[in-house]
């Protein structure tokens, strides 16, 4: 507990020293200050989404696409945010509101950025079905799946961004040495990008459940107590699953070993993986054509 404290310690220093640390999207932000009001209605929410031209047009993409599979067409934010719930409209607006941030950050030749945000959106949709296939016994619901998927390897860009020569060398480590993106950051960085994930997350104030599911997705085994251990086992078995589905790149060509701690709190079985595997590959191809990567 001692060396992981004091690497939290080095983390928050660091932060400290990043004066361009991205705030929390103005957007999400006005819609988690309305959606905190309990007289706040549908058609407020509605006016907020569509004065960001992009985040409407994504969001109607998005809930009229086989993914949602409302049998009617959507045409308007106000009848999005009805038919979608308060909550999971909170959701997908971080999302995408995430995806556009970060999404031009410079490319190059050892971080295929392209790649990173095909990983990333696949676990998001992979969480998303999981959830959705398990119900209640998930422990989460399947718009904070997508959402922490999407998000679970953000600690990657800000290593980018701010330690890129660094965050480069353990990528090529990974390489020479056949080992894991974490453990090359912990030889490079002195920490992962867990941390430094969980670290922007906390900064931008958002839910403690998104924080520990981004913080232990890699090391689920040491985090089995808590409400959160749900949504943390759900992103840990997705971005297994992704990886052995080879979407995208999260840095490393490595499949982790899967935590059985996390895959017996889900109650999945043998029977679920294939279903899964097919449902996410489907589902990515779809998504991938309407939350447009670059």
Not at 77 to 84: D, I, N, S
Request: proline share 4%; charged share 20%; net charge positive.
């Amino acid at each position: 507990m001692g060396s992981d404290g004091g690497m939290k310690q080095n983390i928050a220093d660091i932060v400290k020293q990043i004066h361009r640390l991205p705030t929390l999207p103005v957007v999400y932000a006005q819609l988690e200050r309305l959606i905190a009001n309990p007289t706040t209605s549908a058609r407020q929410l509605g006016v907020i989404v569509a004065e960001d031209q992009a985040l409407a047009t994504t969001i109607l993409k998005v809930v009229n696409s086989a993914f949602y599979g409302f049998s009617q067409a959507i045409t308007s934010t106000e009848r999005a945010v009805v038919l979608l719930g308060f909550n999971e409209l909170k959701h997908i607006a971080l999302s995408i509101s995430v995806l556009n941030y970060f999404k031009n950050d410079i490319e190059t030749d050892e971080f295929d950025m392209r790649s990173f945000w095909r990983h990333s959106l696949g676990v998001g949709v992979c969480a998303r079905i999981i959830a959705q296939k398990l119900g209640p016994h998930s422990g989460t619901n399947p718009e904070e799946a997508f959402t922490a998927g999407l998000i679970h390897d953000i600690g990657k860009l800000l290593a980018h961004q701010f330690m890129n020569k660094l965050f480069l060398e353990a990528i090529r480590i990974c390489s020479w040495q056949k080992i894991t993106i974490s453990d090359a950051e912990k030889i490079t960085l002195g920490f992962t990008h867990a941390l430094l994930g969980e670290a922007l997350l906390v900064h931008w104030k958002l839910p403690p459940v998104l924080a520990r599911a981004v913080r232990y997705h890699n090391s689920p085994q040491i985090y089995t107590n808590g409400i959160a251990f749900s949504l943390v086992s759900l992103i840990h078995v997705a971005d297994v699953f992704v990886r052995a589905l080879e979407i995208g790149s999260g840095g490393d060509p490595f499949i982790p070993r899967l935590c059985i701690a996390a895959w017996h709190r889900l109650g999945l079985k043998p029977s679920h993986i294939k279903p899964i595997l097919q449902e996410t590959e489907k589902a990515y191809r779809e998504m991938s054509g309407i939350m447009t990567l670059f």
